[in-house]
């Protein structure tokens, strides 16, 4: 993510901070928001890497904290070369290894819809170095659960052209923002992701889901659920998923707001997420 002429205004003082790329070209890219003493790793949903969270930005404490947009193998900075198995574990190990080149021991984790999984996994296996942990839009932390019909018809979505994406965007988002939504997303799909990756992901959120289900997360969740998401989605859906799982859970739904919080209602989100971390 670039400053470029026309984009939302951000702040002076807290400029985004690009890390150095890797010669592999797929080791997690960040980019920093902010100056402040809270550190917070943000990651993005299967449709988008990080500029997802551009309407957002302008709202963001600066401050307090510092941001780190991070887009994961095959996603925006880190969408080409190198090997990668597109796995909650390797994603995990990538937020790791990018918050010890920034010198960050503790920080939080903002996911959104299937990196939440990633954030969960990151709680569970990494208890010491996460201390809060924001849910966006998240799906069942054991996956959708998804046939292997339905798998392959999602990774042949992936793999598709823009014809087949958009009939799987109106499908997955319906049409209460209208047709210039679905081709702005559609647009942004294309942009942002190999579409090698996008297909490898759907086993992420669709079948494996986390990697242990039992094992509980110590530190605090939050988990927004948009009420115009699909049904395991929304806050009831979610609040039975994830209450086993966390026991210092809080599900804040959002009446008229689908699966982009940040994108749908930016300043209302970013309250959300701050008024947490804080």
Request: glycine share 8%; net charge positive; hydrophobic share 40%.
């Amino acid at each position: 993510l670039r400053e470029t002429p026309g984009a939302s205004p951000v702040p002076t003082a807290s400029r985004w901070r690009k890390a150095r790329r890797s010669r592999d070209g797929r080791r997690m890219q960040t980019n920093l928001l902010g100056t402040g003493p809270r550190r917070v790793v943000v990651l993005h949903d299967w449709l988008c890497d990080t500029s997802t969270w551009a309407p957002a930005r302008p709202y963001l404490d600066t401050e307090t904290f510092t941001w780190a947009f991070a887009d994961l193998r095959g996603y925006g900075a880190a969408r080409d070369g190198g090997p990668a198995t597109f796995t909650v574990e390797e994603a995990a190990g990538d937020v790791l290894a990018a918050a010890d080149r920034l010198g960050w021991g503790r920080f939080s984790v903002v996911g959104h819809s299937m990196s939440t999984i990633v954030a969960l996994h990151l709680a569970q296996t990494s208890a010491a170095r996460v201390e809060r942990v924001v849910l966006t839009t998240p799906p069942p932390p054991k996956g959708f659960g998804y046939d292997a019909a339905t798998h392959a018809r999602l990774q042949e979505v992936a793999r598709g052209d823009d014809t087949q994406r958009a009939r799987a965007l109106a499908f997955m988002l319906g049409d209460r923002l209208g047709p210039e939504w679905l081709r702005f997303k559609l647009a942004r799909w294309r942009e942002t992701s190999d579409p090698d990756a996008v297909a490898a992901y759907v086993a992420l959120f669709g079948v494996t889901g986390l990697p242990d289900t039992t094992t509980p997360v110590a530190c605090p969740v939050l988990a927004i659920a948009g009420e115009q998401d699909a049904p395991p989605m929304r806050s009831g859906a979610v609040l039975e998923a994830l209450t086993p799982l966390c026991p210092s859970l809080t599900v804040a739904p959002l009446a008229d707001v689908g699966h982009y919080p940040m994108q749908e209602a930016p300043p209302l989100f970013a309250a959300l997420v701050q008024r947490f971390l804080r």
